[in-house]
Nanobody, 115 residues
Framework: VQLVESGGGLVQPGGSLRLSCAASGFTFSSYGMRWYRQAPGKERELVARSSSDGSSAFYGDSVKGRFTISRDNAANTLFLQMNSLKPDDTAVYYC?????????WGQGTQVTVSS
């Protein structure tokens, strides 16, 4: 199992970013996927969760209405569209999946929201 995030960077408050997670080594379309984030000095928190077919999603309260999780099962890729970004969104964002009871994480991508 391999998860590779991309798309992070520096953005001004109110801006947008789109994160991607390229997945390989498992049947992507059969598994729910998650985005987590971890800010300095804070615990890792669940940002969003997608069902295996993308028909349902869950969002953390802090991002609800601003972030959208989606997936392209044909391309084995998970996305996170982040709008109306705030300084509190600054964190390393991780893609996550549980396959056969084992947790897999990507290397993370840094998102910094600052003027």
């Amino acid at each position: 199992v391999q998860l590779v995030e991309s798309g992070g960077g520096l953005v001004q408050p109110g801006g947008s970013l789109r994160l991607s997670c390229a997945a390989s080594g498992f049947t992507f379309s059969s598994y729910g996927m998650r985005w987590y984030r971890q800010a300095p000095g804070k615990e890792r928190e669940l940002v969003a969760r997608s069902s295996s077919d993308g028909s349902s999603a869950f969002y953390g309260d802090s991002v609800k209405g601003r972030f959208t999780i989606s997936r392209d099962n044909a391309a084995n890729t998970l996305f996170l569209q982040m709008n109306s970004l705030k300084p509190d969104d600054t964190a390393v964002y991780y893609c996550h999946v549980v396959v056969w009871g084992v947790n897999y994480w990507g290397q993370g991508t840094q998102v910094t929201v600052s003027s």
